[in-house]
């Protein structure tokens, strides 16, 4: 995905969107929890909030898209990363082919069919 | 599952886009995170907020003068329902365990107590399983094995929600031991009163005990509700006027959820609340705003895939650990003996064979989870 500085995307695609951006920003690097959040606002997503965050990365894991480990801390149980895995980097390169898609459907011109007449492109006599 | 934290982003949206002050903002939210910690579901907390905040604009009042504290509101607002809406409260049927109040228990002891005198008449049809006179222990021995039923229940649920699966284990062991102990003295105290002969009383006691747990049963529904126990259900805490709202309360309750869902290592458990408080404190927000309802967000956590096939193995396999000693010990028994009993030891031994396969089954669907989680962990 593109870089988003200062974009905030609507929040209905944010929603949509959220789980291919988050194996977008797993494509740099394993991350924790909280860290991943500021990079999706970073991106224009919005900080999503811990109990959307977490239980959306519970399920790409189940899915085999992500895995996480604990990573020991000084004090306490540590911390625990999120990392893309080979079969969530294979997703990934499938969404944004469709992502990619999509943007090449929404942002050609629109052909319209009318049941008396020729497709017509534009206004008429006007080239693209 | 449900996102619980839309519901607080809508709650804010509805009260700044209707022109209320930043006190009143801070009003509702207060009220909102009181309902969450008392237990209330996300949506009917929001809507109840948005109804105080409605009211207060329609009486050209603020939310505090009209309402007065949030805290106070709240807690008013959570004994009500807890009176009249009980609905209105999380309840996780599925992977939670009932809880026994005193009241529940005031009907539980006889209903169980009957439902084993029951089966100890049926026992008494069979030829050769009954005794030859029957004694006051068949009339009381039910209703001592259901105290300790009860007990087990209401100590491994306890336990587990405050000290994680292995101590309730633990603590359910010991319930079990000193039960054991209780029962036999009682049967031995009992064994040698005999009652006479050409009266049915074993099907006497059972209805005994049937009428009893009926009236106890009624008389349980005239005892006020506490507030603080449910009947058959999660322990109801009210978050109170007086108490913050604050991240140990949260997490608090969402370990006691972890516990309860069975679904996660006791350790794991520990990692996922450390988790969510240091996410919440490095977002400088409140766990309860950054993860809504505690229990709404153990309930929306992936499970372990491996927890339960492997409690359920260890769980069967002390069963069936249990019915082979038994099963020994009669055979032992039976050496000495000129007429084997038969069909005890034929029950034995089918109560074995059931239990082995179980726990052949069970650990079966451990190794399967295990080998699925290693594949997806080694990705």
Same mark, same amino acid.
């Given at each position: 995905?593109?870089?988003?500085?200062?974009?905030? !995307?609507?929040?209905? !695609?944010?929603?949509?969107?959220?789980?291919?951006?988050?194996?977008? /920003?797993?494509?740099?690097?394993?991350?924790?929890?909280?860290?991943?959040?500021?990079?999706?606002?970073?991106?224009?997503?919005?900080?999503?909030?811990?109990?959307?965050?977490?239980?959306?990365?519970?399920?790409?894991?189940?899915?085999?898209?992500?895995?996480?480990? !604990?990573?020991?801390?000084?004090?306490?149980?540590?911390?625990?990363?999120?990392?893309?895995?080979?079969?969530?980097? +294979?997703?990934? +390169?499938?969404?944004?082919?469709?992502?990619?898609?999509? /943007?090449?459907?929404?942002? +050609?011109?629109?052909?319209?069919?009318?049941?008396?007449?020729? /497709?017509?492109?534009?206004?008429?006599?006007?080239?693209? | 599952?449900?996102?619980? *934290?839309?519901?607080?982003?809508?709650?804010?949206?509805?009260?700044?886009?209707?022109? #209320?002050?930043?006190?009143?903002?801070?009003?509702?939210?207060?009220?909102?995170?009181?309902?969450?910690?008392?237990?209330?579901? &996300?949506?009917?907390? @929001?809507?109840? $907020?948005?109804?105080?905040?409605?009211?207060?604009?329609?009486?050209?009042?603020?939310?505090?003068?009209?309402?007065?504290?949030?805290?106070?509101?709240?807690?008013?607002?959570?004994?009500?329902?807890?009176?009249?809406?009980?609905?209105?409260?999380?309840?996780?049927?599925?992977? *939670?365990?009932? *809880?026994?109040?005193?009241?529940?228990?005031?009907?539980?002891?006889?209903?169980?107590?009957?439902?084993?005198?029951?089966?100890?008449?049926?026992?008494?049809?069979?030829?050769?399983?009954?005794?030859?006179?029957?004694?006051?222990?068949?009339?009381?021995?039910?209703?001592?094995?259901?105290?300790?039923?009860?007990?087990?229940?209401?100590?491994? &649920?306890?336990?587990?929600?405050?000290?994680?699966?292995?101590?309730?284990?633990?603590?359910?062991?010991?319930?079990?031991?000193? &039960?054991?102990?209780?029962?036999? $003295?009682?049967?031995?105290?009992? @064994?040698?009163?005999?009652?006479? @002969?050409?009266?049915?009383?074993?099907?006497?006691?059972?209805?005994?005990?049937?009428?009893?747990?009926?009236?106890?049963?009624?008389?349980?529904?005239?005892?006020?509700?506490?507030?603080?126990?449910?009947?058959?259900?999660?322990?109801?805490?009210?978050?109170?006027?007086?108490?913050?709202?604050?991240?140990?309360?949260?997490?608090?309750?969402?370990? &006691?959820?972890?516990?309860?869902?069975?679904?996660?290592?006791? =350790?794991?458990?520990?990692?996922?609340? #450390?988790?969510?408080?240091?996410?919440?404190?490095?977002?400088?927000?409140?766990?309860?705003?950054?993860?809504?309802?505690?229990?709404?967000?153990?309930?929306?956590?992936?499970?372990?895939?491996?927890?339960?096939?492997?409690?359920?193995?260890?769980?069967?396999?002390?069963?069936?650990?249990?019915?082979?000693?038994?099963?020994?010990? @009669?055979?032992?028994?039976?050496?000495?003996?000129?007429?084997?009993? $038969?069909?005890?030891?034929?029950?034995?031994?089918?109560?074995?064979?059931?239990?082995?396969?179980?726990?052949? =089954?069970?650990?079966?669907?451990?190794?399967?989870?295990?080998?699925?989680?290693?594949?997806?962990?080694?990705?």
């Amino acid at each position: 995905m593109g870089s988003a500085a200062g974009q905030q !995307w609507p929040a209905a !695609w944010s929603r949509t969107a959220l789980p291919t951006a988050i194996l977008a /920003v797993l494509r740099g690097g394993p991350r924790h929890g909280y860290r991943l959040a500021t990079e999706l606002e970073g991106r224009g997503f919005g900080r999503p909030r811990g109990g959307s965050l977490y239980p959306l990365l519970g399920r790409l894991e189940e899915d085999g898209l992500i895995a996480s480990t !604990w990573e020991p801390g000084q004090t306490g149980p540590g911390r625990r990363t999120y990392r893309l895995t080979a079969q969530g980097t +294979a997703q990934l +390169a499938q969404e944004r082919a469709q992502w990619a898609a999509l /943007v090449t459907a929404l942002t +050609a011109d629109a052909a319209t069919e009318h049941d008396d007449g020729p /497709v017509t492109t534009g206004a008429q006599g006007e080239g693209p | 599952m449900k996102d619980t *934290t839309e519901d607080l982003e809508r709650l804010e949206s509805e009260v700044k886009d209707h022109g #209320h002050s930043e006190r009143d903002l801070d009003w509702s939210r207060d009220a909102y995170f009181r309902l969450l910690l008392s237990q209330v579901q &996300s949506s009917p907390a @929001q809507g109840e $907020v948005r109804r105080a905040a409605e009211a207060a604009r329609g009486s050209a009042q603020s939310l505090e003068q009209l309402h007065g504290e949030p805290g106070v509101w709240a807690e008013a607002t959570v004994h009500r329902w807890l009176r009249e809406n009980p609905e209105r409260f999380i309840r996780h049927r599925g992977e *939670t365990e009932n *809880t026994w109040s005193l009241r529940s228990a005031l009907w539980g002891i006889p209903a169980v107590a009957a439902g084993m005198s029951f089966l100890f008449a049926l026992f008494t049809v069979i030829p050769g399983w009954g005794p030859d006179q029957m004694s006051l222990g068949w009339i009381l021995v039910p209703g001592a094995i259901a105290v300790p039923i009860i007990l087990l229940h209401a100590v491994y &649920s306890s336990t587990l929600g405050r000290r994680g699966n292995l101590r309730a284990v633990a603590a359910a062991v010991v319930v079990v031991a000193v &039960s054991a102990v209780v029962i036999a $003295v009682v049967a031995m105290a009992t @064994q040698d009163v005999l009652l006479p @002969q050409g009266v049915p009383w074993i099907w006497i006691a059972t209805g005994a005990w049937t009428l009893l747990a009926v009236v106890a049963w009624q008389l349980a529904q005239r005892i006020p509700g506490s507030g603080a126990h449910d009947d058959l259900g999660l322990p109801r805490r009210v978050h109170t006027a007086e108490e913050p709202v604050d991240d140990r309360t949260w997490a608090d309750q969402f370990r &006691s959820a972890l516990f309860h869902r069975r679904v996660l290592k006791d =350790s794991d458990v520990d990692r996922a609340v #450390h988790e969510a408080l240091t996410h919440a404190q490095q977002s400088s927000n409140l766990a309860v705003e950054e993860f809504g309802s505690p229990w709404d967000y153990a309930h929306a956590l992936a499970e372990d895939p491996v927890v339960r096939p492997r409690r359920m193995t260890l769980f069967t396999g002390a069963l069936a650990a249990a019915w082979t000693v038994l099963f020994a010990a @009669q055979l032992v028994e039976g050496l000495g003996m000129d007429e084997v009993p $038969v069909l005890e030891s034929v029950f034995r031994a089918g109560m074995l064979l059931l239990f082995l396969g179980a726990t052949i =089954s069970s650990a079966r669907d451990w190794r399967r989870a295990a080998r699925l989680k290693t594949e997806r962990t080694r990705g």
